[in-house]
């Protein structure tokens, strides 16, 4: 069974930085994009950033500059290192991988974890 487990949220003052990880575990041949969203109180989810994984990368327009994401393949883990953090970056953020497979015939899936709350306080 395959599990996304993010960790790195909690409470910042306005301006900090934080560094969200997210580990895939399991039986994982290969994984496609990774990427991270969030979801603040009353809004709809939105995708912050996306990642291949040959390491192109892709960011919402009020993230640019600020975020940055990365993985690394060989521990099927993703990061968002997200400074200069503001009261609007406030949210639970998920990660997902698209395309996991787990074996080399097996069928990509999308897998989601449980998300990691961020609080910025102005």
């Known amino acids: 069974q395959v599990q996304l487990v993010e960790s790195g949220g909690g409470l910042v003052q306005a301006g900090g930085s934080l560094r969200l990880s997210c580990a895939a575990s399991?039986?994982?041949?290969?994984?496609?994009?990774m990427g991270w969203h969030r979801q603040a109180p009353g809004k709809q989810r939105e995708l912050v950033a996306t990642?291949?994984?040959?390491?192109?990368?892709n960011y919402v327009d009020s993230v640019k500059g600020r975020f940055t994401i990365s993985r690394d393949n060989a521990k099927n883990t993703v990061y968002l290192q997200m400074n200069s953090l503001n009261a609007e970056d406030t949210a639970v953020y998920y990660c997902?991988?698209?395309?996991?497979?787990?074996?080399?015939?097996?069928?990509?899936?999308?897998?989601w974890g449980k998300g990691t709350l961020v609080t910025v306080s102005s």
């Open positions: 990642i291949t994984s040959r390491g192109n990368t």
């Open positions: 997902n991988a698209n395309s996991l497979r787990r074996s080399a015939l097996a069928v990509g899936m999308d897998y």
């Open positions: 399991g039986s994982i041949f290969s994984i496609g994009p």
